[in-house]
């Protein structure tokens, strides 16, 4: 089964959609409130569903299957346009999807599933600086997409962190550049207080800056359950960590310093998680992007081929243990 989704064909795709619907199925879709004010971008999303959706858990679980889909093929299509990879596969897909259905928490339409939408394109606009001949360009898109899913949650600013870093390993030292970034970070504030002043709503903005912390919860009803959980999905980004070590002597320059503003990416997304206002496990899926492309470099390991089989075993593990023990 590893061999199908390491191939770069149609049937590779169609496995992927059967896994996400027998693992990502019968969660928590239609969600129980309207979402706070204070994420504006996520509120009008979830009021724009409501109206068309209503309260119908079969639309809501269509639709949440459907973002989690793209965001796989996403993650996918930015491993393979950037070359992190040394071949076309589905690798970061099919850990993309394990990592989603990993607890009953991420499965559900929650600011940090549509937030990875605009953390992906900002990724994808990083990885992309020191290819055009007008980087200023991508690197205000990349300080845009971050500033806007700061009004999903309001912790993804600090992802401007790791654009601090692709500016740093992908980019010669312009001062210029450096604003560039800060006036995309802060454009989306000006759109959003510009909307907000006319809908006479422009106090509620105070609550937007928000931060809180919130540590993962052990589940003690659940002890072995979870500590299974976060043995496995620990080893098996160390066995990403192990694979990307032994493959950076041969990769060119510009891909290891790719992976490194991904790696940085990975330790900001805990600080994304730990200061987060989301309940329980929902906030720890920002670190799905990175979380997941690190892990594929594991599964693409030739030798000793054992070592993928292994992590493909234990990665697809995964969701089935959260799905029937949580």
């Given at each position: 089964?590893?061999s199908?989704?390491?191939?770069?064909?149609?049937?590779?795709v169609?496995?992927?959609?059967?896994?996400?619907?027998?693992?990502?199925?019968?969660?928590?879709?239609v969600?129980?409130?309207?979402?706070?004010?204070?994420?504006?971008?996520?509120?009008?999303?979830?009021?724009?569903?409501?109206?068309?959706?209503?309260?119908?858990?079969?639309?809501?679980?269509?639709?949440?299957?459907?973002?989690?889909?793209?965001?796989?093929?996403?993650?996918?299509?930015?491993?393979?346009?950037?070359?992190?990879?040394?071949?076309?596969?589905?690798?970061?897909?099919?850990?993309?999807?394990?990592?989603?259905?990993?607890?009953?928490?991420?499965?559900?339409?929650s600011?940090?599933?549509?937030?990875?939408?605009?953390?992906?394109?900002?990724?994808?606009?990083?990885?992309?600086?020191?290819?055009?001949?007008?980087?200023?360009?991508q690197?205000?898109?990349?300080?845009?997409?971050?500033?806007?899913?700061?009004?999903?949650?309001?912790?993804?600013?600090?992802?401007?962190?790791?654009?601090?870093?692709?500016?740093?390993?992908?980019?010669?030292?312009?001062?210029?550049?450096?604003?560039?970034?800060?006036?995309g970070?802060?454009?989306?504030?000006?759109?959003?207080?510009?909307?907000?002043f006319?809908?006479?709503?422009?106090?509620?903005?105070?609550?937007?800056?928000?931060?809180?912390?919130?540590?993962?919860?052990?589940?003690?009803?659940?002890k072995?359950?979870?500590?299974?959980?976060?043995?496995?999905?620990?080893?098996?980004?160390?066995?990403?960590?192990?694979?990307?070590?032994?493959?950076?002597?041969?990769?060119?320059?510009?891909?290891?310093?790719?992976?490194?503003?991904?790696?940085?990416?990975?330790?900001?997304s805990?600080?994304?998680?730990?200061?987060?206002?989301?309940?329980?496990?929902?906030?720890?899926?920002?670190?799905?992007?990175?979380?997941?492309?690190?892990?594929?470099a594991?599964?693409?390991?030739?030798?000793p081929?054992?070592?993928?089989?292994?992590?493909?075993?234990?990665?697809?593990?995964?969701?089935?243990?959260?799905?029937?023990?949580?």
């Amino acid at each position: 089964m590893l061999s199908l989704v390491r191939n770069n064909t149609p049937y590779a795709v169609l496995s992927l959609l059967i896994l996400l619907v027998i693992t990502g199925s019968g969660g928590m879709a239609v969600p129980a409130s309207f979402p706070s004010v204070s994420q504006p971008l996520y509120y009008l999303f979830i009021r724009g569903a409501k109206g068309i959706l209503g309260d119908s858990f079969l639309g809501w679980q269509v639709l949440y299957l459907l973002l989690v889909f793209l965001q796989a093929l996403y993650v996918n299509a930015l491993a393979m346009r950037h070359r992190l990879l040394p071949k076309p596969t589905f690798t970061p897909a099919f850990a993309y999807i394990v990592f989603a259905a990993l607890f009953p928490e991420f499965r559900s339409i929650s600011p940090p599933l549509l937030g990875n939408f605009l953390l992906l394109g900002a990724l994808d606009a990083m990885l992309q600086f020191g290819k055009p001949t007008q980087p200023r360009r991508q690197i205000f898109n990349a300080g845009f997409l971050i500033g806007a899913a700061s009004f999903v949650q309001f912790s993804y600013l600090f992802s401007g962190i790791t654009l601090l870093v692709a500016l740093l390993l992908l980019r010669p030292f312009h001062i210029g550049e450096y604003f560039s970034a800060l006036l995309g970070l802060i454009t989306p504030l000006y759109f959003v207080a510009g909307l907000m002043f006319l809908t006479d709503t422009l106090p509620m903005l105070r609550t937007w800056p928000f931060l809180h912390i919130q540590l993962p919860p052990w589940q003690p009803a659940h002890k072995a359950v979870v500590s299974t959980l976060y043995a496995l999905a620990g080893g098996l980004l160390l066995a990403g960590f192990f694979q990307l070590h032994q493959q950076m002597n041969r990769s060119v320059i510009y891909v290891r310093r790719s992976w490194g503003v991904l790696v940085s990416g990975l330790v900001v997304s805990v600080a994304m998680a730990v200061f987060t206002s989301q309940p329980q496990l929902q906030s720890w899926l920002m670190m799905a992007p990175f979380y997941a492309l690190i892990v594929s470099a594991a599964l693409e390991t030739e030798k000793p081929r054992r070592f993928a089989i292994f992590a493909f075993w234990a990665a697809l593990a995964l969701p089935f243990i959260g799905k029937i023990f949580l």
